[in-house]
């Protein structure tokens, strides 16, 4: 049984702890809040494996990329646009390295940001190219997490689909009012993925 597969059947059998926040656990080690905590992973990865290290240590069995924030065009907002894939890759195989054989990881990905930068750029480019590099980089799945669009959301999960078969978790954020961003409720949104048929390499929608 791949590891992915085992992954899932675990997740069917037991819950699984997980770990927490990772730039505020990067601030709370001395990181100043105006860095940019993705490129740690390139520029400091002894303070991002040693988080990673602590939440394991702390009884996590899944562990996070510290690349939330680590997508091209968010990146390019902070001048580091170039190093998109590097700070992917690297993000991965800490999280990796650390995890050893003991726990699972995901690949974290977040919400594309802004998109008025005059780049030629496009949303499911911009969500695949993070994609793969998580993906080389040897995470067991991915965390497509705290979006506030649906549409965006559904983007980010056939790119992830359509770069590997690896387990895709996808999460929404709502507010106060249970409302996500896009203005539907929590409900809406949890009917409105599995419209979308995602099996193998590739995807399509089907009508329901």
Known sequence: ?????????????????????????????????????????????????????????????????NTFGANRNKLTAA??????????????????????????????????GSWDLGEDLTRDVTFTEQLTALRDGGVDGFIIETFGRLDELVMAVRAARAVSDLPIVAQMTASTRRRVGSDSDPAH??????????????SRKENQ
């Open 1 to 65: 049984m791949s590891e992915a597969k085992a992954f899932v059947e675990l997740l069917r059998r037991e819950v699984l702890v997980g770990d927490g926040a990772m730039g505020l656990y990067l601030h709370a080690k001395g990181i100043p809040l105006e860095a940019n905590f993705e490129r740690l992973n390139v520029a400091r990865p002894d303070v991002v494996r040693e988080a990673h290290e602590e939440y394991l240590a702390a009884g996590a069995r899944v562990i996070e990329t």
């Open 189 to 202: 949104v949890a009917s409105s993925l599995p419209v979308w048929k995602l099996s193998g390499t590739g």
């Open 79 to 112: 001048g580091l646009g170039d190093e998109t894939v590097g700070i992917n890759e690297a993000g991965a195989r800490l999280a990796r390295d650390a995890a050893g054989s003991g726990a699972y990881v995901l690949g974290s990905v977040g919400p594309p």
